[in-house]
Each structure stands twice: as structure tokens, then as C-alpha cells.
T-cell receptor
Framework: RKEVEQDPGPFNVPEGATVAFNCTYS??????FFWYRQDCRKEPKLLMS???SGNEDGRFTAQLNRASQYISLLIRDSKLSDSATYLC?????????????FGTGTKLQVIP | DVKVTQSSRYLVKRTGEKVFLECVQD?????MFWYRQDPGLGLRLIYF???????EKGDIPEGYSVSREKKERFSLILESASTNQTSMYLC???????????FGDGTRLSIL
């Protein structure tokens, strides 16, 4: 089983739709979680951290389910500018270092 | 804002050449990372460093070496470039292991 798994998509959704992505992780001791956004041929940029109680930033909501070992990202009222690849990131303390694992990303295409 | 600067956006080199990729961060971060990103494979960690003159192998260190002589600078070296090292290379930094990483713009390296 991969350490971090995401559905590669693509998710093709109309403008204004709500879309949700999940990301599963294999190690229950994982400690911190993030969502990044990556535009084509650009570097990943931090979208938001994921907190245990769930957190919201405008149209974006992130949640963590430790029991089932997944994190989710919900995007409401999708905009054309939301089209990108969304990467989940999982941090784990391993041997004194933080092991950072990136998912391979979920591609979102918002259609006019 | 954190600024991570990579020396080149695009680089073309020949097989067998020694290639240097430079990365500088301006936020006094302890940790610095080098990744490569290839289609379908996501981000793969090559090397990381948690302090000056310290380095640790990531998941795919073969064919690469690194240097961290100053806290703000982390260099990736391809000792003898090969065509399978054609890729997008991304540098990142973070203050602590549990914090999100900040990426440079990336270097698109082509080995001919």
C-alpha cells in the first residue's frame, strides 16, 4: 500500500459546482497534514493546513479523519481559476526527522 | 513572505557533464529539500538537510550529491548527468519539520 494515495482524476466539474477530494495515508502515527495546489509547469504552493477539528478558508474546507486515515478537501462554488492539481502532504516523525510524503495529486478541471 | 530562489528556470546540459543546481532561502530555515517531479510519479525526495553541513538521503539519491556550506544555500549536484535525470527539480525549505514546505520556482533540466 502506498504511504499516501490520491485519485489522480481528472475531475471535470462545471463552474459553481462543489467538488471534494480525498487522500488516504497508511501510517496512523502521521502528525501533520497539508493541501497544496500546483498549476501546470509551476511549483506547488501551500493551500491550507489540515487541523483535527477541520478548518475553512473561504470556499475551501479541509478535514481530517484519523480513524479512517484520510484527509479531505472540499471546494465550494468552483471557479475556473481553481483548475489545478491538488497535492496532499503527510508528515511523520521518523527516526528523529520529519518524513514528508506527497501524494501524486488530483487534477481538477473547472469547465465554463 | 518566504522566498526560495532557484538559480535557473531552464537548463540544458549534455550527458556526462557535472551539473550544479543552486537554491537559496531568505528565512533562516533549518531544513532544506531537493525533489524531482516527473509525470505520474509525483514529487520524489532526493536529499534533505536539517542543518549546515548535514545531509540525509531521500528516496532516490543515486546519481546525486548535495552540499550545504551555509544555512541559506543548498546545492544539488549531478555528478555525471544522464538522460534519465531529465526532470523538473524543486527545492523547498521549512523552519521545522512539522511546518509546511515552501518551494522555489523549479528548474526544468534537460540532459541531451
Amino acid at each position: 500500500r502506498k504511504e499516501v494515495e490520491q485519485d489522480p482524476g481528472p475531475f471535470n466539474v462545471p463552474e459553481g459546482a462543489t467538488v471534494a477530494f480525498n487522500c488516504t495515508y497508511s501510517n496512523s502515527a502521521s502528525q501533520s497534514f497539508f493541501w497544496y495546489r500546483q498549476d501546470c509547469r509551476k511549483e506547488p504552493k501551500l493551500l491550507m493546513s489540515v487541523y483535527s477539528s477541520g478548518n475553512e478558508d473561504g470556499r475551501f474546507t479541509a478535514q481530517l479523519n484519523r480513524a479512517s486515515q484520510y484527509i479531505s478537501l472540499l471546494i465550494r462554488d468552483s471557479k475556473l481559476s481553481d483548475s489545478a492539481t491538488y497535492l496532499c502532504v503527510v508528515n511523520l516523525n521518523s527516526g528523529g526527522y520529519q518524513k514528508v510524503t506527497f501524494g501524486t495529486g488530483t487534477k481538477l478541471q473547472v469547465i465554463p | 513572505d518566504v522566498k526560495v530562489t532557484q538559480s535557473s528556470r531552464y537548463l540544458v546540459k549534455r550527458t556526462g557533464e557535472k551539473v550544479f543546481l543552486e537554491c537559496v532561502q531568505d528565512m533562516d530555515h533549518e531544513n532544506m529539500f531537493w525533489y524531482r517531479q516527473d509525470p505520474g510519479l509525483g514529487l520524489r525526495l532526493i536529499y534533505f538537510s536539517y542543518d549546515v553541513k548535514m545531509k540525509e538521503k531521500g528516496d532516490i539519491p543515486e546519481g546525486y550529491s548535495v552540499s550545504r556550506e551555509k544555512k541559506e544555500r543548498f546545492s544539488l549536484i549531478l555528478e555525471s548527468a544522464s538522460t534519465n535525470q531529465t526532470s523538473m527539480y524543486l527545492c523547498a525549505s521549512t523552519a521545522t519539520g512539522s511546518q509546511p514546505q515552501h518551494f522555489g520556482d523549479g528548474t526544468r533540466l534537460s540532459i541531451l
